[in-house]
């Protein structure tokens, strides 16, 4: 069984108490070999060691999870972010496509985030930086999105974003270059995020940005036309909320 690295960097002793025995509880090949309890300890400690993986608090008596990550430079291990309950940071984490554990950490979201970590690339750089600019600048619009799929992680423009469809636990992104990227998340993972972006779900498997429809045309089960000439299925269900939602375009 290979075996795995970890350091805890959290203010609250009894959290990284907490989370070494839940690492030692239920996940058998993860190895805590240090923990720090701040931005400044917590610098030193990562100089010396490089973990593969990093659990660090968001924010600490002496600054952020960020401000350490500053003094780092070149990250080469994989960050799991942990958070109190902040709207703005959940909402930025999931926009980078960033793993976060909520306080107090859940035995089973834990598990998933560790299972993850396993399959998912090291060096994610372009991921900490995009998801840093995104908490400084949480007041302005969000125009960017980070699409994790299995060969890399690309940071997108959202309006360039034509449509989504689902097919089981994958979603593809239809772009407007006519390119196409595919990501293990669900449709309803997006649709929550986007559709405050104009993002439109129209029916089980499709979501729509809302500014490529062309028209609506009802025969035949009804259905969009999008810009690009694409034609996305209206559900039965969903008729009524967009023919409001056309009516307000």
Same mark, same amino acid.
């Given at each position: 069984?290979?075996?795995?690295?970890?350091?805890?960097?959290?203010?609250?002793?009894?959290?990284?108490?907490?989370? !070494?025995?839940?690492?030692?509880?239920?996940?058998?090949?993860?190895?805590?070999?240090?923990? +720090?309890?701040?931005?400044?300890?917590?610098?030193?400690?990562?100089?010396?060691? !490089?973990? @593969? &993986?990093?659990?660090?608090?968001?924010?600490?008596?002496?600054?952020?999870?960020?401000?350490?990550? =500053?003094?780092?430079?070149?990250?080469?291990?994989?960050?799991?972010?942990?958070? +109190?309950? @902040?709207?703005?940071? &959940?909402?930025?984490?999931?926009?980078?496509?960033?793993?976060?554990?909520?306080?107090?950490? =859940?035995? @089973?979201?834990?598990?998933? +985030?560790?299972?993850?970590?396993?399959?998912? /690339?090291?060096?994610? #750089? =372009?991921?900490?930086?995009?998801? /840093?600019?995104?908490?400084?600048?949480?007041?302005?619009?969000?125009?960017?999105? +980070?699409?994790? /799929?299995?060969?890399? &992680?690309?940071?997108?423009?959202?309006? #360039?974003?034509?449509?989504?469809?689902?097919?089981?636990?994958?979603? !593809?992104?239809?772009?407007?270059?006519? /390119?196409?990227?595919?990501?293990?998340?669900?449709?309803?993972?997006?649709?929550?995020?986007?559709?405050?972006?104009?993002?439109?779900?129209?029916?089980?498997?499709?979501?729509? #940005?809302?500014?490529?429809?062309?028209?609506?045309?009802?025969?035949?089960?009804?259905?969009?036309?999008?810009?690009?000439?694409?034609?996305?299925?209206?559900?039965?269900?969903?008729?009524?909320?967009?023919?409001?939602?056309?009516? #307000?375009?």
């Amino acid at each position: 069984m290979k075996k795995y690295t970890a350091i805890i960097i959290d203010d609250i002793e009894q959290a990284r108490t907490t989370l !070494t025995q839940d690492l030692s509880t239920y996940s058998k090949d993860f190895e805590v070999i240090g923990e +720090a309890d701040g931005v400044v300890q917590g610098a030193k400690l990562l100089k010396k060691m !490089t973990p @593969d &993986i990093l659990f660090l608090d968001i924010q600490m008596q002496d600054g952020s999870g960020f401000d350490l990550l =500053d003094l780092l430079g070149e990250i080469n291990f994989k960050i799991i972010f942990i958070t +109190a309950s @902040d709207a703005h940071a &959940i909402q930025a984490f999931r926009y980078a496509a960033i793993d976060y554990l909520l306080k107090p950490i =859940d035995p @089973d979201e834990l598990v998933d +985030a560790l299972d993850k970590f396993k399959v998912s /690339s090291v060096n994610e #750089n =372009d991921k900490y930086q995009f998801l /840093s600019e995104r908490l400084k600048n949480h007041n302005k619009p969000t125009e960017r999105l +980070a699409l994790h /799929s299995q060969e890399r &992680i690309q940071i997108v423009e959202i309006k #360039n974003i034509i449509r989504c469809e689902s097919s089981v636990n994958y979603t !593809t992104f239809f772009f407007q270059d006519k /390119s196409q990227i595919v990501v293990t998340k669900t449709l309803k993972e997006f649709e929550d995020l986007l559709k405050s972006q104009g993002f439109f779900r129209v029916h089980q498997s499709h979501l729509v #940005n809302t500014s490529f429809i062309k028209e609506y045309v009802k025969i035949d089960g009804g259905h969009l036309v999008l810009l690009d000439e694409t034609l996305v299925p209206v559900s039965v269900r969903k008729r009524p909320e967009v023919m409001k939602m056309l009516e #307000n375009l």
